[in-house]
């Protein structure tokens, strides 16, 4: 079976076989992504040797790890960040890339979201956001909609949503974006975009979880979802013309923000140069 | 990173910058001196008295030898970014203390499923919460051993003075390289803040261990199994292409997760606590004074050791033949030692900065004819000499009454 796959599937190259077939619930949102991301990787050449994936507990998490073949790190619940700063400090040249749930990177994670933001430590973050903690069974998450019915807001959510990716921009990231598993192509874009800008990256990617979300809210099948997505997705630009109440429920979609400024590891690696000079270590890149 | 084949020249910076000599300095100092000698060249932490002046000697020290410092944004990061550093090869450390420790403790268990070579420095304050923040103590002894959830092995070093601070911090590297295991350094906030004479050694002096790599691409595919029949798989780094899978998940011997087969969680998790067991003789290492002949013994860690010294050796004066033993190595716990001590003597004593702690572990090693008894002091501050003779004498005084019926 797991063979099959593998020679059906162009980006199958990028898979580790052995871990075949994924986990995912047909139809999950998760397949879109991880494909997403494999043709990202594919067009911008990169070597997935030149890469490391970083996820942490969820569904989403295990996107890229174990699925993506390359060097991956599969931490604790809210940790990836984290983990995926000493990673990026220890091998500043290569590509450093967190894929997680919305649930592991804005809930328990959230904090370590800001700080790698603020710091713009070069990291690009895959953010799978399903509305939903789908891994322990459908529970209400820091991103689902208000109103909406979960396994422990059985009657309703009387809480509000967090806007990842506007967050994520104002706490300093060089690069931040928003599609839905709908876009696929934009999301494409997006991703690599993220990993050819210097500094913290951010791409939410809206994706659906018919299993746990859809199915207590309406939309039983991947296709409903997907239709939500598009019905109510607005582009930025548009987005910048309407009331807020025009925007109630919607999802707003494009580039958030794309900047340049000054990047963590390369910082701190000037510093150490200057400070190792000072103190009569050689130049470690004179020979 | 003293990088392997980097050594000549960072010797020849650590002599530049630290020679060799007498140095005047706190505990704290000593475990961040000794870090750099050990080859540690990553340090993420997060400030909590009385642990930061690791930290703020790490910020200060590490860039001259192209060492990376991070500030992290908690406790829980610290750790995490530590772990991630270690596997692109970086010799890593983070310290902490009480409520820090507590906060590490979930990511301690990943490093030790996952192998993961570090160090995690716990200078103990009073607690419980946040306690008397400033105030040295000894209650995290059980919290280093079952701080994490779970079956696993663990190893935890206690340092007695300022100097043993500094080669306790070496040790405490070496053995998380050669075994690939985090290592606690049960420090505690009296001697971190004491300040003492230390030598400084010649970096030639100190004897550095590197973790195992793997010695080709077949040895690579088994990040996690037996490859060399000592338990201690070699460590497929990060970045080299071998595209390695880390979990923290239960795992094959190859990386990838199997959490159904219960042989295969069984096989894992009997494999760590196998390494340990095998290698015990050269992770345990423990101080003896005047055990030869002794009646009472003391048993006693830490900063508590040395006013047991100055009681024991005062005792000795008044002709009460006591001895005294310090664990070094408090996890795996010496006890096998000091079954064969009891053997011999009438009473132990267990001096603590606790409410009774290390004494449970003594107590299970020790024929319940012999009495084990704590001596505890809280409060954040420390055992006196006297405090601890007086518990002495009164065991004499007992003893000779038990010989006398
Ligand atoms: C410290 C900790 N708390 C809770 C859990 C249980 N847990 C596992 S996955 C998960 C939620 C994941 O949600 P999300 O990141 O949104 O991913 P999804 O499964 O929806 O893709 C939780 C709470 C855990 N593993 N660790
Ligand atoms: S529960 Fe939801 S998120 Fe998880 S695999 Fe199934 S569809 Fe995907």
Redesign the pocket.
């Given at each position: 079976m797991a063979k099959e796959i593998y020679t059906k599937y162009k980006m199958a190259k990028y898979l580790r076989k052995e871990a075949l077939p994924t986990a995912l619930c047909p139809g999950c949102g998760g397949g879109t992504v991880l494909n997403a991301f494999a043709n990202a990787i594919d067009q911008l050449k990169i070597d997935p040797r030149d890469l490391v994936v970083v996820s942490?507990?969820?569904?989403?998490?295990w996107i890229a790890s174990p699925y993506f073949l390359a060097d991956t790190l599969h931490t604790?619940?809210?940790r990836a960040i984290a983990y995926a700063t000493g990673v990026k400090v220890g091998l500043p040249d290569k590509k450093v890339v967190v894929i997680?749930?919305?649930?592991?990177l804005a809930g328990?994670g959230g904090n370590h979201l800001l700080h790698a933001a603020r710091r713009n430590i070069d990291i690009t973050v895959i953010l799978?956001n399903?509305f939903?903690?789908?891994?322990?069974g459908g529970q209400v998450?820091p991103t689902t909609p208000f109103g909406a019915v979960t396994t422990t807001t059985p009657y309703r959510n009387v809480e509000h949503p967090l806007k990842i990716a506007e967050t994520v921009a104002s706490a300093g990231a060089s690069y931040v974006a928003r599609w839905t598993t709908f876009h696929v192509y934009q999301l494409i874009e997006s991703i690599k975009k993220a990993l050819t800008v210097k500094g913290f990256s951010l791409v939410e990617a809206i994706s659906q979880?018919p299993v746990q979300f859809g199915r207590r809210n309406r939309m039983k099948t991947p296709a409903e979802m997907l239709r939500w997505f598009q019905k109510n997705s607005v582009p930025i630009s548009k987005a910048k013309t309407l009331s807020p109440e025009e925007l109630e429920g919607k999802i707003i979609v494009g580039e958030l923000v794309n900047r340049e400024k000054p990047e963590f590891t390369e910082e701190l690696n000037f510093l150490i140069e200057e400070v190792a000079k000072q103190y009569g270590l050689g130049d470690k890149n004179a020979d | 990173m003293i990088f392997r084949g980097d050594e000549p020249e960072q010797i020849g910076l650590l002599k530049k910058l630290y020679p060799k000599g007498n140095y005047f300095m706190q505990g704290d100092e000593a475990i961040a001196y000794g870090a750099l000698f050990a080859g540690c060249r990553f340090y993420a932490g997060y400030p909590i008295t009385p642990a930061s002046e690791i930290a703020e000697t790490m910020a200060r020290e590490l860039p001259k030898v192209r060492g990376y410092y991070i500030q992290m944004e908690d406790e829980i990061a610290s750790i995490a970014a530590v772990i991630g550093a270690s596997w692109t090869g970086f010799k890593s450390m983070t310290a902490t203390s009480g409520p820090g420790f507590s906060l590490m403790q979930?990511n301690l268990g990943y490093a030790v499923f996952t192998e993961t070579p570090l160090v995690l420095v716990d200078v103990q304050r009073s607690g419980p919460s946040t306690g008397q923040a400033t105030k040295g103590a000894q209650g995290d002894f059980f919290q280093a051993r079952w701080g994490t959830h779970g079956d696993h092995p663990i190893i935890a070093i206690s340092p007695t003075s300022v100097e043993d601070s500094f080669w306790e911090t070496i040790r405490a590297f070496n053995l998380s390289e050669k075994f690939r295991i985090p290592v606690v350094l049960l420090a505690d906030g009296i001697i971190g803040h004491t300040r003492e004479q230390i030598r400084i050694p010649d970096p030639e002096e100190v004897e550095i261990v590197y973790r195992k790599l793997p010695a080709n691409e077949e040895e690579s595919k088994y990040p996690f199994g037996d490859v060399h029949g000592d338990l201690v798989p070699p460590m497929p780094l990060f970045g080299n292409g071998y595209f390695t899978h880390v979990t923290g998940s239960t795992h094959k011997e190859s990386g990838l997760r199997d959490v159904y087969t219960p042989e295969v969680h069984d096989r894992l998790v009997r494999r760590l606590h196998k390494k340990l067991e095998v290698h015990e003789s050269e992770i345990q290492k423990w101080e003896e004074y005047y055990t030869e002949d002794a009646d009472i013994l003391l048993v006693s860690w830490g900063v508590s050791a040395r006013p047991s010294l100055g009681a024991v050796i005062e005792a000795r004066k008044r002709g009460i033949k006591v001895g005294l033993f310090v664990p070094k190595t408090v996890h795996p716990f010496p006890g096998r030692r000091i079954r064969e001590l009891s053997k011999n003597v009438q009473t132990i004593l267990v001096p603590e900065m606790n409410l009774g702690q290390m004494v449970l572990e003594v107590q299970r090693f020790v024929r319940e004819e012999v009495p084990v008894i704590g001596v505890n002091k809280i409060g954040g501050v420390p055992l006196t000499m006297e405090e601890i003779l007086k518990e002495i004498e009164s065991s004499a005084e007992r003893s000779r009454h038990r010989s006398a019926d």
């Open positions: 942490g507990i969820g569904c989403s998490a604790t619940h809210g997680s749930g919305d649930g592991d328990i799978v399903n939903i903690y789908g891994m322990t998450a979880c | 979930e």
